[in-house]
């Protein structure tokens, strides 16, 4: 991960908790943020029990991209206004993990979200 100057004004929201899913369910995590950057890039990350956050997908205003690892059949989110809510589709048993939205360049405020399959 990289980490660069803090601005103080920046801040990324998530709720925290668990969102039950079943395979072949779609969910969506939300993510807000504060920013005085009028180009923010927001990144969603996953980190499976015991192992290293895993980058998703980058968004920034107008474009983003994501990891091979996940497709955007799969995996997507549209920064708009001040929120970049990951929708992940088509849910795997594989998918279950904690999600966290991040914000270059700072990373604070970030809660986790779960995803548990039922």
Same mark, same amino acid.
């Given at each position: 991960?990289?980490?660069?100057?803090?601005?103080?004004?920046?801040?990324?929201?998530?709720?925290?908790?668990?969102?039950?899913?079943?395979?072949?369910?779609?969910?969506?995590?939300?993510?807000?943020? *504060?920013? /005085? !950057? #009028?180009?923010? %890039?927001?990144?969603?990350?996953?980190?499976?029990?015991? +192992?290293?956050? &895993?980058?998703?997908?980058?968004?920034?205003?107008?474009?983003?991209?994501?990891?091979?690892?996940?497709?955007?059949?799969?995996?997507?989110?549209?920064?708009?206004?001040?929120?970049?809510?990951?929708?992940?589709?088509?849910? *795997?048993? /594989? !998918? #279950?993990?904690? %999600?966290?939205?991040?914000?270059?360049?700072?990373?604070? +405020?970030?809660? &986790?979200?779960?995803i548990k399959s039922i």
């Amino acid at each position: 991960m990289l980490f660069s100057l803090c601005k103080g004004e920046d801040k990324v929201m998530q709720p925290s908790g668990d969102v039950p899913a079943a395979e072949g369910d779609s969910v969506t995590l939300n993510c807000t943020f *504060e920013t /005085s !950057d #009028s180009y923010p %890039y927001l990144f969603w990350y996953k980190q499976q029990r015991n +192992g290293s956050p &895993e980058l998703i997908l980058q968004r920034v205003t107008g474009s983003g991209k994501n990891s091979p690892k996940f497709p955007k059949d799969r995996f997507g989110a549209e920064l708009k206004d001040k929120s970049v809510p990951l929708k992940i589709q088509k849910l *795997e048993l /594989s !998918d #279950s993990a904690v %999600y966290y939205c991040a914000l270059q360049p700072t990373v604070t +405020g970030n809660k &986790e979200k779960h995803i548990k399959s039922i």
